[in-house]
Each structure stands twice: as C-alpha cells, then as structure tokens.
C-alpha cells in the first residue's frame, strides 16, 4: 500500500480517472509561474493550487475543456480541489508560523490558552486574519460594520439580490444538454457582474439619492446560487411617507410595467402554504415560517415589533389579484 499525497502530480488522474482520461499530470507544489507573454517559467514564484486549477476551469476559444462537460463530476471536481487549495493554505501557515510573526499575538495567545480545552494537548497554529474564515478574519469584519453604524447610525436600506439561473447571460452559454446547475462557474461569474452594476446603479447613479456608505456579503445557498444581502446608508434620511416610493410589496400593472409584472408573478409570489398546502417546505408547527399570508392594508404602517407593514391593498381597496397555480392571491 502507497498513500498518494493530495498535493503528488498524480494524484488527479488516479482520483478522476474519467476527466483524466490519458493520464496527465495534475497540480505539483514543484510547478513555475509562467510569464503569459513570454511563456517562460519564473523559477523564483511557486505556481499555487487555486491558480492551477482556476486555469483549468477557464473558458478559451477553440479549446474544448472536458472538465466544464463532467456534470455532476465536476460539481465533485471542484469541491474536491478547493479542499486541497485550503489544505495547501493551511500546510503554508503551519510551517511558517515564525514568518507570521505569530509569537507576536501574546493577548491571542493568552486567550486561547485560558478558554482553551487543557485536555486537548498539541502544537499551537494561529490563523491570520488574512485567512478567509478565520476567527479573526470575521471578527474585523464584524468590527469594521460595527464601526459604521457608529458613525452614520442605523443602514437607511437592506437590500437582497438573488441569483437567477434563467438569466439570459447564463443559459446562452450553457453547453448543448447542460442545466445552470452543471456550470456553477458561469452562475459565479454573471452574478458578479451583475452585482457590480447594481452597486453601481444605487451608487454612482443615486437612484435612491446621495450615497454615504454601502457594504454587501455574499452567500451561497444550498442549491448552488448566490445572493448578495446590502446595506446603504443615504445622505439624507428617509422619511415614512417616501417608503411606497421605494418599496412595493404589491403587484405590479401589467399594462404600464409588464416586464415587471411577469417576473413578479413567476419569480416573487409566495405560496400556497398555509391551510392550502400543509406540506409547503416553508410550514413549521403548523405555521409558515414566513409569515404568510401578510395583512392587507391600504398604507404602510409600522409593525408591533418594529418592522414595517407594506401596503399591500385589498381588491376592494383597488388591489390587483392574479391566479398562480389554482388560488388566487393578493
């Protein structure tokens, strides 16, 4: 029996026999930064594990990549190889641990050694903060938004943009037989793009006014899309008649906006849960997590525990009603 490092030039092929069909060679900590214009190798720059296999899952004219066509294989594929980019991160910050300067953390250090569990007897490691995912990494984060609510107060806006995997940019690259689901890179690289442009709109454009500060985290959902959760703070503060300027929680006219009103109607509607649909995956102790069906009322209104109410009009209150599945809803 031979163990096979995760880091041995042979270890892709003999793990992906399928991608690796002839038996190439896959990443080595030995291999050379190339120059990309020369297509001479620097001796003196290590070539790391995510810019190796960041090149291998690169879309390139008239170049077939077998990897991209793997389907669920390459969902595997990807995971597998961002397991050994961390583990290759983690092996750098382990044996170089005096380049880190970590004797430097005596506070960190204390900290550790006094909420520490004494049983569990071992080498002391510190992560950086530059190591995504580290305590410490979160912790600035957390310390940095901290810091601006203390100066500009409470975020004026909460914003949520949601990954759609029918987005034109990302089916017409999609390979003949492919599902969104197949290429989580295109999904990753058109939502980012298009995240760009909507800072951009609520930023440089000010179509909500004067922009103070903003920050945004993103997150993957279990199914594999992305959503941006944002935080604006305006200049000028926004008062409680100017909300059903900015949010609507209604349906929108089909004959003046009919562009909205179809996403609306097939991406935005809640439901059925409730006493309709029992089973809805949103239904917990017999309620819906969700809190649907919301009230109807004819403006918006601050709620008992500080969250607003929408104004989400009635039919008898000039409300439009559309039939989604076999229920009508408001």
């Not at 990309?36 to 003196?44: D, E, K, L, R």
């Not at 890179?185 to 909507?198: E, G, H, N, P, S």
């Not at 930023?203 to 959503?227: A, I, N």
């Not at 409680?240 to 089909?254: F, G, H, L, Q, T």
């Amino acid at each position: 029996m031979h163990r096979v490092n995760e880091t041995h030039r042979l270890y892709d092929a003999l793990q992906y026999p399928i991608i690796y069909w002839q038996g190439q060679d896959g990443y080595d900590i030995t291999l050379k930064m190339v120059d990309p214009i020369t297509g001479v190798s620097t001796n003196n720059k290590n070539l790391s594990a995510i810019n190796y296999y960041a090149y291998r899952m690169m879309i390139r004219t008239h170049e077939e990549n077998v990897i991209l066509k793997c389907g669920r294989l390459f969902q595997q594929f990807a995971v597998d190889m961002y397991v050994k980019v961390e583990t290759e991160r983690l092996a750098f910050i382990r044996f170089n641990q005096p380049k880190l300067r970590s004797e430097d953390y005596i506070h960190l250090r204390d900290a550790i050694h006094s909420d520490g569990d004494v049983q569990n007897i071992g080498r002391l490691t510190v992560l950086p903060s530059t190591y995504i995912g580290s305590p410490r990494h979160m912790h600035e984060y957390a310390q940095d938004a901290m810091t601006y609510v203390r100066n500009y107060g409470t975020p004026d806006l909460f914003i949520t943009v949601t990954c759609n995997p029918k987005w034109t940019e990302i089916e017409r690259e999609l390979e003949p037989g492919q599902k969104p689901q197949d290429r989580h890179d295109i999904i990753a690289r058109v939502f980012q793009q298009k995240l760009k442009v909507m800072m951009d709109v609520l930023t440089k454009y000010r179509v909500f006014g004067d922009t103070r500060c903003y920050m945004y985290s993103v997150e993957w959902q279990k199914r594999g899309l992305p959503h941006a959760h944002i935080l604006i703070w305006l200049l000028n503060k926004l008062h409680s008649n100017e909300v059903d300027d900015i949010i609507s929680a209604e349906i929108p006219d089909p004959v003046t906006d009919p562009r909205l009103h179809d996403i609306v109607t097939t991406q935005m509607v809640h439901g059925p849960c409730g006493a309709l649909n029992p089973l809805s995956p949103c239904m917990a102790d017999g309620k819906c997590t969700k809190r649907y069906p919301r009230p109807l009322v004819a403006e918006t209104v601050t709620g008992n525990d500080g969250y607003p109410v929408y104004r989400r009009r009635s039919k008898e209150d000039n409300g439009r009603t559309i039939k989604v599945k076999v229920q009508k809803f408001n």
